[in-house]
């Protein structure tokens, strides 16, 4: 087994530590970061596990109500995976270039600097799947089956993050079928292994056998709501978020994991990415639910690299240079160095949703207090402002109280579960919800103004409707229902 190579990789750390630090403060929150913001803790929710939260407030809790703040998590995700992914290398015979190329490479991919810009589910997702790849292949590769407990525990911990773990292990299960070696699916240590991840994952499990399995409705609602529109993204977006400069590396992986002798134990990682890309696909997933796997691809792929560039500098320069250009590239679609004022004028916002789900909310929130100050007195004492989505409701939640907003409510995904306004609520503030549907639920709504960021990013909120609306047609335990929506 080569040594670490902790000059290359540590490099690769610091440069993404520092790299995301500074940027941690740009733009704004993401919508999701806002939504994390508002759940309590609790065992689980009707569309998420519950770490990601939970990492939310614990980060918000040491170190302040701050943007910077709830990305801490992010920060540490994202390098985290980046090591992982060296020592990936490392486990597959790759010396100091190969652990340097994974780990330059695996830091300055879009993807990376995305998931590890601002917390979302899939930051967390990346650092765990990770985890379980690095100890399945030692478990394989060494083989040393107790490896499979440490595969176990990472998958719980996953488990109570996001289910998406589930389909690595269907892709790795297909592909050891397939490929073999299938002895290993036999193993005491593996189903100890799946015993002690059904144990660590247990709070996720049962809050979703005890609440009708809410995670299968939400995937149901993905695959509609986003599915036709992600569908002819799940391909291009294997290239786009490792780097096209790059992403000759995963193909060069990808046949070095099926044809090298010595990687014959783990030929089912190449099975499995398939098998990923094709349940993806067929199911209507997002196309970044593989990106993980692509960590793995880039890592065997920098095996055979490092041969090819020995005794070579002119190779040498090409590769570092490709890297560089990736890492620039990256920066700009994925971190907030594009100045805002001009942003809505780049096709980053069009590229990186994530960008543009960052910009406008305190201005939104300024914009629906307006409209709620307009109201006469008597109509403010008995107001609540009602969202469309989590991510509005998550700005006036962390905006809304410094410009004297009431409360906030949304029937979108758990924020249903939270209840009605209050039975005496007679006047509401509606925030993105459409005018056709808010007018059959009220006596009286009319249109007061329109979402403006006012820096021309076209994102979900822009343009979208702030009404006035009174005279709930029905008591609001019986209205409420039809606000619930999933997506």
Not at 163 to 168: A, H, M, N
């Amino acid at each position: 087994m080569p040594p670490v190579a902790w000059w290359p990789v540590g490099t690769a750390l610091v440069a993404t530590l520092v790299v995301l630090t500074v940027t941690s403060f740009g733009y704004g929150y993401h919508r999701d970061e806002l939504y994390f913001r508002m759940l309590p803790p609790a065992w689980g929710y009707l569309d998420q596990p519950p770490l990601t939260p939970v990492l939310a407030r614990v980060a918000t809790g040491l170190f302040g109500d701050h943007l910077w703040a709830v990305r801490v998590p992010a920060t540490l995700c994202a390098a985290g995976a980046v090591l992982l992914v060296a020592l990936i290398a490392r486990e597959l015979g790759g010396r100091g270039w190969a652990q340097g190329i994974a780990a330059f490479g695996f830091a300055s991919a879009s993807g990376t600097l995305i998931f590890g810009h601002i917390l979302l589910t899939a930051t967390v997702d990346l650092l765990l799947w990770s985890a379980v790849i690095l100890f399945a292949v030692r478990a394989l590769l060494r083989a040393e089956p107790r490896w499979w407990l440490a595969v176990g525990a990472a998958v719980g911990v996953a488990l109570d993050n996001k289910d998406l773990v589930v389909l690595l292990l269907l892709g790795l299960a297909v592909g050891l079928l397939l490929v073999g070696p299938r002895r290993v699916l036999t193993s005491g240590w593996l189903w100890a292994g799946v015993g002690l991840a059904v144990l660590i994952g247990a709070p996720n499990l049962l809050y979703q056998a005890t609440h009708g399995w809410p995670q299968a409705t939400m995937a149901g609602a993905i695959a509609v709501h986003k599915g036709p529109d992600a569908r002819p993204m799940v391909l291009p977006l294997q290239i786009l978020l490792i780097g096209p400069p790059l992403f000759a590396l995963v193909v060069v992986g990808f046949v070095a994991l099926l044809r090298r002798p010595t990687s014959r134990a783990i030929r089912a990682f190449a099975v499995g990415y398939l098998v990923v890309v094709v349940v993806v696909l067929v199911t209507g997933g997002q196309g970044y639910y593989p990106y993980g796997l692509l960590g793995l691809l880039l890592a065997a792929g920098a095996v055979p690299t490092e041969r090819w560039l020995t005794g070579h500098g002119g190779r040498r320069a090409l590769l570092v240079a490709a890297i560089g250009v990736n890492a620039a590239v990256s920066t700009v679609i994925a971190l907030p160095v594009v100045p805002l004022s001009v942003l809505g004028d780049t096709p980053v916002p069009a590229v990186n949703q994530a960008a543009r789900d960052q910009v406008g909310w305190p201005v939104y929130v300024g914009q629906v207090a307006a409209a709620y100050r307009a109201l006469p007195p008597a109509d403010r004492a008995h107001a609540v402002v009602l969202t469309a989505n989590y991510g509005e409701a998550g700005a006036i939640s962390r905006y809304g109280a410094g410009l004297g907003l009431p409360a906030v409510y949304s029937g979108h995904n758990q924020l249903y579960a939270y209840g009605p306004p209050p039975a005496d609520t007679t006047v509401v503030v509606t925030v993105g919800l459409p005018m056709a549907v808010v007018r059959d639920r009220f006596g009286d709504c009319q249109a007061v103004g329109r979402l403006d960021n006012g820096v021309r990013v076209d994102n979900e909120e822009q343009g979208r409707p702030i009404a006035i609306c009174r005279n709930p047609v029905a008591a609001w335990a019986r209205l409420w229902p039809s606000f619930r929506h999933f997506d």
